[in-house]
């Protein structure tokens, strides 16, 4: 059976796997987003508790992910907790970082204006200082599902959900007369994801960055 | 203390502006030994504009963002109106201060329009009357509502981003306006355009305007009157461009007055104030033969005619009909320059200058013409009012002497039953 065959076969199989691998990745940066730029946004102001957020993320990166997930099996259990703890997780360093940049990076005279009209704090940061720093976010946000793209494989191990389950079969199979496709498959289907991912940020930005700003 | 809100503007028209009081204001940075500014007291009249010059690190910009608290003063006192502003919510005082900066500080990512409407949305006025508010003031700024509503910051040129954030201060219709250093950025040929505009805007509107620069010219162009500080915001003087330019309290404001003062007095006085040449006049419908006439009758070598609408077209001297053989459309020269009653002598006498026959038309409104300035009227009007100034600043100056003596008196014999004034 070649791999066209394969594909052919086992359609139904990889289109659920690949809408649980998208999905799983979809969700876990919706939630590495909100606590990313929440981070960003209690830390920027001050020097240390800014390094402070960007160390204790980039520590979080380099542990290996299989090594992540293997230890959060006994205190979360199998399945989808350890997957979206490990996700989340690895989500957070670039919108962290690039939130923190962004938001220290809005012109000071801009925040003075602002201040100077009037805009109370909450104000000053929805209107003027998180729009102005969105750009960076959108970018972290965009790095970093093109990262969870890839993790999210190592999910199956601990029998979460998505595309990697497809690639360990594969390995486990290997010298078998469909294990490479099985492994192809996976790859392949994870690379197109996170092209058609990254065509959907690319979208966003067009639509949520104001044309005031857009370069 | 109390200050009637629609109190008299200092040429005695109705002001919408508000007294400000500023009384041993200090602010004290923690860690340095000095203060930033040092125990400033002054007070500005309701639709006054007032300029805080001197030299930079003076404490001026401090200073005036104390008004509004973006600077918090570690001691004293502010009053808006009478009223005690030193402690209530910096946001809702804000709201009804006015603030513009060097380079507008437009928000990049909002529209002008929307720019504009920040104040007034974050005060909950209607929506309908919001757009009413900001075409008003995009035409009151002298852009086109319908050209530059809905355009970005970035595609105005800089001249046109300050009058947005003039706008943008004004849109609430805040009795003060407070700007820091709002042409410091521009090109001088907008700069001098912006601050036209900055006084026709107050001949208007009459706010309160406190206005920082280091530009002791602007200064003088600008104030109602000027206060010279020093290093931590001491006031060196604290009077107008007139008096500061013929008496400088000492040799720090002198010096900050530079060279020239004479030449900065011309600034200061407009055409309407000064008497103007009658000029005999006709106009291109008048027959010739009156025109003959008019130019043998009357004991001037030249005559001025006017076109349909009144306004100066050529000067015409005797004998160049003559010589055009009756043709007006060829005789004498055209007109090429002309200055109006808001012009300043200075602007008058640069004319004047560049004139080859030294003399230049003044015109009104819609550039009809008013009456002619010539080298001898300007010489004239300067001497009288360098010889006014003179007597003025003695008269203060014997004034001052005299409270002087009469203090020392007093601090000799003891402040014994006597309150502070």
Known sequence: MN????????????????????????????????????IGVVTYRSDWAGNLATTATSTVLTIPSLAMIGLLIPVVGLGVPPTVITLTLYGLLP??????????????????????????????????????????????????????????????????????????RGLASLGSKNALNQVLAGTLGIIVLALLFDAAYVLIGRLTIPRGIRV | MSETSAAKGHDGRESHGAAIELENLTKRYPGSQQPAV??????????????????????????????????????????????????????????????????????????????????????????????????????????????????YPRQLSGGQQQRVGVARALAADPPVLLMDEPFGAVDPITRDHLQDELIRLQHELHKTIVFVTHDFDEAIKLGDRIAVLRERSHIAQFDTPEAILTNPADDFVSGFVGAGA???????????????????????????????????????????????RRRPYKWLRRGDLMRARGSLARAGTLVHDTVTRDATLRDALEAVLTDNAGRVAVTGRRGEYIGVVDMETLMNSVHELLEADRLEAMEAQHELEEARTQQTHLEQEGPGGVTKA
């Open chain 2, 262 to 308: 004479a030449l900065k007095r011309l600034n200061l006085t407009r055409v309407r104030d000064v008497e103007m040449r009658d000029y005999p006049t006709v106009t291109v419908d008048t027959p010739l033969q009156q025109i003959f006439g008019v130019i043998r009758g009357r004991g001037m070598n030249e005559i001025l005619l006017l076109d349909k």
């Open chain 1, 3 to 38: 791999f066209w065959e394969y594909l052919g076969n086992r359609h139904q199989q990889l289109l659920t796997d690949a809408y649980q691998h998208a999905s799983a990745v979809f969700q876990c940066m919706v939630l590495a987003t909100l606590v990313g730029v929440l």
């Open chain 2, 38 to 151: 040092d125990n400033v007291s002054m007070e500005i009249k309701a639709g006054e504009t007032v300029i805080f010059v001197g030299p930079s690190g003076c404490g001026k910009s401090t200073t005036l963002k104390m008004i509004n608290r973006l600077i918090e003063p570690t001691g004293g006192r502010i009053r808006i109106n009478g009223e005690d502003v030193t402690d209530i919510d910096p946001v809702k005082l804000r709201r009804k201060v006015g603030y513009a900066i060097q380079s507008a500080g437009l928000f990049p990512h909002m529209t002008v329009a929307q720019n504009i409407a920040l104040v007034p949305k974050m005060i909950g006025w209607p929506k309908a009357r919001i757009r009413a508010r900001v075409e008003e003031l995009l035409d009151l700024v002298g852009l086109d509502p319908g050209e530059f509503h809905g355009r």
């Open chain 1, 95 to 168: 919108i962290v970082r690039n939130a923190i940049v962004g938001l220290r990076g809005v012109d000071p005279a801009l925040v003075d204006a602002a201040r100077g009209i009037g805009m109370s704090r909450p104000l000053r940061l929805l209107r003027v200082e998180l729009p102005l720093a969105w750009p960076p976010i959108l970018t972290g946000i965009r790095v970093s599902t093109q990262m969870l793209m890839g993790i999210a494989a190592i999910a199956a191990y601990a029998s979460g959900p998505g595309l990697g389950n497809e690639i360990f």
